[in-house]
C-alpha cells in the first residue's frame, strides 16, 4: 500500500516513477496449507489495490491534462514484479524456485536499506516481531551534490545484482527509471519465463517475470 501511495503522489506531481521487486514465486512450505493460502491472498489482494489505486488517480491526472489550455504529460509508472529460478534444478525438475529471503532496497542509485523485516503483517505491525533495519548512502554521491547520476557505491552493488539475476548489461540499465530500461528488463524476464514454462529449459538467466496467480 505505502508502495502505490508513493506512486500516486508521483502522478499528481507530473513525475515519472518505477519500482523493481522480487519476491518468492509462492511462499515457503506447502502450497496447498491454510498460511501459505493466507499469504498468497494478501499478496493478490494488494497487487489489485495497487491497480484499483493507480487506475483511480490515472482518471484524476487524465482530467488535469487540459488544465488552463495547456497538454501536460502523462507521468509514466510501473510497478515491475519479478521471481528468480534456479538454473540447474529448474533444468531437472521443472519446477524450482530459489526463494527470495533478502529484504534489501536500493533508492535512486543512491541509498540502500538492509533489513530483518519481512513484507508481511508481523514484520509490519508494529507490536508483534522486533526487527531492526541499517540505512546507507555516500554523503559525497548524492543527486543533489553532484546535480546528476551519483555513480556511488550503490549504484555499484545495484548493476552487480542486475548482472548476476539479468544475465547482460545493457547500457539502458544505468537509468533504471527509464522506459528503454524497464521494458528491456521486462523483455528479458517474460522471455524467460516463457522459457522457464516451455518442456526445455535454456534460459542465459534466471529472473522471470513473476506470474499474476
Known amino acids: 500500500m505505502e508502495l502505490a501511495l508513493q506512486i500516486c503522489s508521483k502522478i499528481s506531481a507530473y ?5 523493481y521487486i522480487v519476491i518468492p514465486m509462492w511462499p515457503e512450505s506447502v502450497p496447498s496449507s491454510a498460511a501459505v493460502q493466507e499469504i498468497l491472498f494478501w499478496q493478490k489482494r494488494e497487487r489489485l489495490e495497487q491497480y484499483v489505486i493507480k487506475g483511480t488517480d490515472n482518471e484524476s491526472v487524465r482530467s488535469m491534462t487540459n488544465v488552463g489550455g495547456q497538454t501536460n ?41 538492509m533489513r530483518s523485516a519481512n513484507i508481511n503483517q508481523r514484520s509490519l505491525d508494529g507490536s508483534r516481531d ?3 533495519a541499517m540505512g546507507a548512502y555516500q554523503p559525497t554521491y548524492t543527486w543533489s551534490g553532484k546535480k546528476t547520476h551519483p555513480r556511488s557505491q550503490v549504484y555499484g552493488y545495484r ?22 530500461c524497464m521494458r528491456k528488463v521486462n523483455s ?6 516463457q522459457i522457464y514454462a516451455a518442456k526445455e529449459h535454456k534460459a542465459r538467466s534466471r529472473m522471470l517475470s513473476r506470474p499474476r496467480w
Open 73 to 113: 504529460e502523462i507521468p509514466t509508472i510501473d510497478l515491475l514484479l519479478f521471481c528468480i529460478d534456479h538454473h540447474g534444478l529448474a533444468q531437472k525438475y521443472r519446477r524450482f524456485m530459489i526463494y527470495v529471503h533478502a529484504k534489501g532496497m536500493t533508492v535512486d542509485d543512491e541509498y540502500v536499506l
Open 15 to 19: 513525475e515519472h516513477f518505477c519500482v
Open 188 to 193: 528479458i524476464a517474460k522471455t524467460n519465463w
Open 130 to 132: 522486533t526487527e531492526i
Open 159 to 180: 548493476m552487480s545484482l542486475w548482472a548476476e539475476h539479468l544475465g547482460v548489461l545493457e547500457d539502458c540499465f544505468c537509468q533504471p527509471e527509464t522506459l528503454e
